[in-house]
C-alpha cells in the first residue's frame, strides 16, 4: 500500500499491544487540515483479557471496529458529548487498541483553535489544544464519521504517519490509565517525558451511590 509507514506497521500488526503503544508515540496524525504529535497513549487489550477495555465481553455493534486488522480507526462517543480516537492493533479478531490521549499540534494550529473555540467559546493556549482524548480528536476535526478510516495507506481523510526522528527509551514515562472503573492499576499509559501538551492524570473516583430521600 503506498504511504504505509512500515516501521509503525510492523509493531501495530503484532500481537504487544504495550509495544504498540510505545511505537505511537511521536508519530505524527493528520487529519482535516492539523497534524499533530503524539505525546499520550494508553493500551487496552482483547477479549477476555483486560476489564477495561472496550472489548472485554466480545463483539458488539459499537466495538465492531476493534475487531478488525491494524492500522483502522475506532472511534467512540462518551459521556454523551465528546470522540475518543483509538488505533486498533493486532491481528484481526484480537480486537487491542491504543487510545490516542494527547499530542502536540505541530500544523494547522490556528483551525485547530478554530473548532475548540467553536465548542467552548473560551480561548485556548497552544498547551491545551490537543491536550486530552476528547480535545484530540476535536483539534483533528475527528467524528463518529470517520470510524473505520485506514490510516496508514492514505486512502482517507486522516493518515498516521511514522516517526520523524527516534524517541529514547529513557524518554518514555509509564503509568496507570486514567478514567476507567476497572483495571486503572495497569501501567499502561505511555508519555514523553517532559511533554507540556500530556494531560494531568486523575485517579477514578467511584461514584457514591445516592442516599434515599
Known amino acids: 500500500m503506498a504511504g504505509r509507514p512500515n516501521t509503525v506497521w510492523r509493531v501495530l500488526d503484532g500481537m504487544d499491544v504495550e509495544a504498540a503503544a510505545r511505537s505511537l508515540l511521536g508519530c505524527r496524525l493528520s487529519g482535516y487540515g492539523v497534524t499533530v504529535r503524539l505525546t499520550e497513549v494508553e493500551a487496552y487489550s482483547g477479549?477476555?483479557?483486560?476489564?477495561?477495555?472496550?472489548?472485554?465481553?466480545?463483539?458488539?455493534?459499537?466495538?465492531?471496529?476493534?475487531?478488525?486488522?491494524?492500522?483502522?480507526?475506532?472511534?467512540?462517543?462518551?459521556?454523551?458529548?465528546?470522540?475518543?480516537?483509538?488505533?486498533?492493533?493486532?491481528?484481526?479478531?484480537?480486537?487491542?487498541?491504543?487510545?490516542?490521549?494527547?499530542?502536540?499540534?505541530?500544523?494547522?494550529?490556528?483551525?485547530?483553535?478554530?473548532?475548540?473555540?467553536?465548542?467552548?467559546?473560551?480561548?485556548?493556549?497552544?498547551?491545551?489544544?490537543?491536550?486530552?482524548?476528547?480535545?484530540?480528536?476535536?483539534?483533528?476535526?475527528?467524528?463518529?464519521?470517520?470510524?473505520?478510516?485506514?490510516?496508514?495507506?492514505?486512502?482517507?481523510?486522516?493518515?498516521?504517519?511514522?516517526?520523524?526522528?527516534?524517541?529514547?527509551?529513557?524518554?518514555?514515562r509509564i503509568g496507570p490509565r486514567v478514567g476507567v472503573a476497572v483495571g486503572a492499576e495497569t501501567p499502561w499509559r505511555f508519555w514523553l517525558a517532559g511533554e507540556p501538551t500530556v494531560s494531568a492524570y486523575k485517579k477514578h473516583v467511584p461514584r457514591r451511590p445516592r442516599a434515599n430521600p
Do not use: K
Open 47 to 172: 477479549v477476555g483479557g483486560d476489564p477495561a477495555s472496550h472489548a472485554f465481553r466480545g463483539q458488539t455493534p459499537r466495538n465492531a471496529v476493534m475487531f478488525g486488522p491494524a492500522g483502522v480507526l475506532y472511534v467512540y462517543f462518551t459521556y454523551g458529548m465528546h470522540w475518543c480516537m483509538n488505533v486498533v492493533t493486532g491481528p484481526v479478531g484480537a480486537a487491542s487498541a491504543v487510545l490516542l490521549r494527547a499530542g502536540e499540534v505541530v500544523d494547522g494550529a490556528d483551525l485547530a483553535r478554530s473548532r475548540r473555540v467553536a465548542r467552548s467559546g473560551a480561548a485556548v493556549t497552544d498547551r491545551d489544544l490537543a491536550r486530552g482524548p476528547s480535545r484530540l480528536a476535536m483539534a483533528l476535526g475527528v467524528t463518529g464519521q470517520d470510524n473505520g478510516a485506514r490510516l496508514l495507506d492514505g486512502s482517507g481523510d486522516i493518515a498516521l504517519l511514522s516517526r520523524r526522528t527516534a524517541v529514547a527509551p529513557d524518554a518514555i
